[in-house]
């Protein structure tokens, strides 16, 4: 089964940009692997910030954007805000989906 | 408004089964698939399979495919996920979510596996 992988941990201040990484271990990720961001706070279920690489839910704030980059899939986030300490976890599929092992993200 | 709402918590003994249910509103019930993923306490989620109420077409991840049946019931816009042959590690936060966007996800189903 495919492995995916994420930072497993970051910091940003407050006001600050990071951009958060998912690979595989496959190969480059492309569009078709269909590149999925998720945020998680504690006792919460997932929210669904990003899916097919860029596209954003209604509810997902602007300041989150999806991309590939450098062979990986991206969340970036600019302006980070205290309310974005979380976890946050992407999905690839290979016919079936398979989590990467979540960032836990830091605003501090 | 689009809501996704499961069954309550179950607790099990190994070797059982448990079927959790997923009643969806606000929407069409046959215009969508329904997926479910489960998270383990502290872990990764794991993504499960959906199931299809319109054609009632069904996919598996392997790692379930032996255990699992998606089921649904277009009656009752409610679709089911049924675990055969429990075991302690099937103890988790079962999810059902909407769409090929993963957009709604229901409030979560705990099923504790425990002698």
């Known amino acids: 089964q495919a492995v995916v992988t994420q930072e497993p941990s970051l910091t940003v201040s407050p006001g600050g940009t990071v951009t958060l990484t998912c690979g595989s271990n496959t190969g480059a990720v492309t569009s078709g692997h269909y590149p999925y961001w998720f945020q998680q706070k504690p006792g919460q279920a997932p929210k669904t910030l990003i899916y097919?690489?860029?596209n954003k839910h209604s509810w997902t704030p602007a300041r989150f954007s999806g991309s590939l980059l450098g062979g990986k899939a991206a969340l970036t986030l600019s302006g980070a805000q205290p309310e974005d300490e979380a976890e946050y976890y992407c999905l690839l599929y290979y016919g079936a989906g398979v989590f990467g092992g979540g960032t836990k993200l830091t605003v501090l | 408004q689009v809501q996704l709402v499961q069954s309550g918590a179950e607790v099990k003994k190994p070797g059982a089964s448990v079927k959790v249910s997923c009643k969806a509103s606000g929407y069409t019930f046959t215009s969508y698939a329904i997926y479910w993923v489960r998270q383990a306490p502290g872990q990764r989620p794991e993504w499960m399979g959906w199931?299809?109420?319109?054609?009632?077409?069904?996919r598996y991840s392997q790692s379930f495919q032996d255990r699992v049946i998606f089921t649904s019931d277009t009656s009752a816009t409610t679709v089911y996920m049924e675990v055969g042959s429990l075991r302690s590690e099937d103890t988790a936060v079962y999810y059902c979510?909407?769409?090929?966007?993963?957009?709604?996800w229901g409030q979560g189903t705990l099923v504790t596996v425990s002698s």
């Open positions: 097919d690489t860029t």
């Open positions: 199931i299809r109420p319109d054609n009632l077409n069904t």
């Open positions: 979510i909407l769409g090929q966007w993963l957009g709604y």
